[in-house]
């Protein structure tokens, strides 16, 4: 499906915010304004934005320890958002989850997850309520390079086959599995082919390019959508920084490190559409713009905000029914 100007201003927007959220997480959490661990997705953004670009709240996502950049694809509030980071109440979850537990299921997004290989499995279970319920919606995983080792993730890919549900794994390689190369790790000839060992189509998709990863994420979506099965993308992408942030990287050559950053998505995105004449810089420089006084808001909320009541502690524990 061509995309329409507005859409494209849509796919920078959320590119955008999502770099501009991040660089700030880094930013916060060294001077303590951010409690625990983050993880942050530089690097990644055309993967999560051209996944769940032609999503509705509807669809579900289910992502990972990574997954601040997955919520803002999925259309999460970037306030929300902050709230939630820096613990404090109007968090999208009461700020008692933090960055590797928030969800919002008002946009279908079913949780970060610090367990690696944890959201497979769970995809796969709303993938099984939308085809019992014949919605002709779909359920998607995102995980890593490294989570793609693990049993869970084995189990999942094969149920999903044999129950033909409309799930989709999405495996982001970026290269590394905390401080393991996959190159080391993953064995086999690609994540892809042992995807399509299990009986699913599978593709390798460039994650630095927004188009290539809707366009594959569009032939993925046409088979779930029809309850043909699931479908497996391999998105190859660049991790800018660390695996958390504050972490050296004393495993990578200063050259890699520069190289993964020269492959940047969101440069290319605004080469591509400007120079095709879609966009004029100038709309591109009006939303930067807008989103960085979007963030810059939301962290100043964040820091006015109190913490959590220690009357709610146990609150919000167990889902209610
Ligand atoms: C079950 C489990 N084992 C180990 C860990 C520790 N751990 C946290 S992140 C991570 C690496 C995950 O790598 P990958 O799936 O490639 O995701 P990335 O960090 O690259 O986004 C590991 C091993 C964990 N959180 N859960
Ligand atoms: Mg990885």
Same mark, same amino acid.
């Given at each position: 499906?061509?995309?329409?100007?507005?859409?494209?201003?849509?796919?920078?927007?959320?590119?955008? !915010?999502?770099?501009?959220?991040?660089?700030?997480?880094?930013?916060?959490?060294?001077?303590?304004?951010? *409690?625990?661990?983050?993880?942050?997705?530089?690097?990644?953004?055309?993967?999560?934005? $051209? @996944?769940?670009?032609?999503?509705?709240?509807?669809?579900?996502?289910?992502?990972t320890h990574r997954?601040? =950049?997955?919520?803002?694809?999925? $259309?999460?509030?970037?306030?929300?958002?902050?709230?939630?980071?820096?613990?404090?109440?109007? %968090?999208?979850?009461?700020?008692?989850?933090?960055?590797?537990?928030?969800?919002?299921?008002?946009?279908?997004?079913?949780?970060?997850?610090?367990?690696? %290989?944890?959201?497979?499995?769970?995809? &796969?279970?709303?993938?099984?309520?939308q085809k019992l319920?014949? !919605?002709?919606?779909? /359920? @998607? +995983?995102?995980?890593?390079?490294?989570?793609?080792?693990? =049993?869970?993730?084995?189990?999942?890919?094969?149920?999903?086959?044999?129950?033909?549900?409309?799930?989709?794994?999405?495996?982001?390689?970026n290269g590394y599995? #905390?401080? !393991? +190369? /996959?190159?080391?790790? @993953?064995?086999?000839?690609?994540?892809?082919?042992?995807?399509?060992?299990?009986?699913? *189509?599978?593709? &390798? @998709?460039? %994650?630095?390019?927004?188009?290539?990863?809707?366009?594959?994420?569009?032939?993925?979506?046409?088979? =779930?959508?029809?309850?043909?099965? *699931?479908?497996?993308?391999?998105?190859?992408?660049?991790?800018?920084?660390?695996?958390?942030?504050?972490?050296?990287?004393?495993?990578?050559? *200063?050259?890699?490190?520069?190289?993964?950053? /020269?492959?940047?998505?969101?440069?290319?995105?605004?080469?591509?559409?400007?120079?095709?004449?879609?966009?004029?810089?100038?709309?591109?420089?009006?939303? #930067?713009?807008?989103?960085?006084? #979007?963030?810059?808001?939301?962290?100043?909320? %964040?820091? /006015?905000?109190?913490?959590?009541?220690?009357? !709610?502690?146990?609150?919000?524990?167990?889902?209610?029914?």
């Open positions: 499906m061509q995309l329409s100007r507005d859409d494209l201003k849509r796919a920078y927007r959320s590119m955008f !915010t999502i770099r501009t959220f991040e660089e700030r997480v880094v930013k916060e959490f060294a001077q303590g304004n951010i *409690p625990g661990f983050a993880h942050v997705y530089l690097g990644q953004e055309a993967s999560g934005v $051209g @996944v769940c670009f032609d999503l509705s709240n509807e669809d579900y996502i289910g992502s997954g601040h =950049g997955h919520c803002i694809a999925k $259309g999460c509030d970037v306030h929300g958002m902050m709230l939630e980071i820096m613990g404090k109440q109007g %968090g999208l979850c009461g700020g008692k989850g933090g960055s590797m537990h928030i969800a919002d299921m008002s946009k279908g997004m079913l949780g970060a997850n610090a367990i690696v %290989g944890g959201s497979p499995p769970i995809a &796969v279970g709303a993938a099984l309520t319920k014949k !919605t002709g919606k779909v /359920a @998607v +995983a995102f995980s890593g390079d490294g989570a793609s080792n693990q =049993g869970t993730t084995f189990e999942a890919l094969n149920m999903a086959v044999v129950l033909k549900v409309p799930a989709i794994f999405i495996f982001e390689n599995g #905390e401080h !393991t +190369a /996959a190159s080391y790790a @993953v064995g086999g000839p690609s994540i892809a082919e042992r995807a399509r060992s299990f009986g699913m *189509p599978a593709e &390798v @998709v460039d %994650g630095s390019d927004f188009f290539a990863v809707r366009e594959a994420m569009g032939r993925a979506l046409e088979r =779930g959508r029809a309850d043909e099965g *699931p479908y497996a993308l391999e998105i190859v992408c660049s991790r800018f920084t660390g695996h958390f942030v504050g972490d050296p990287q004393a495993y990578r050559l *200063p050259e890699e490190v520069a190289r993964a950053r /020269a492959n940047d998505p969101l440069p290319r995105f605004r080469a591509g559409v400007t120079e095709a004449a879609l966009l004029d810089h100038a709309d591109l420089d009006a939303i #930067e713009q807008e989103v960085l006084a #979007e963030v810059e808001d939301a962290v100043s909320a %964040g820091m /006015a905000a109190n913490r959590p009541d220690l009357s !709610t502690l146990e609150k919000d524990v167990y889902v209610r029914y």
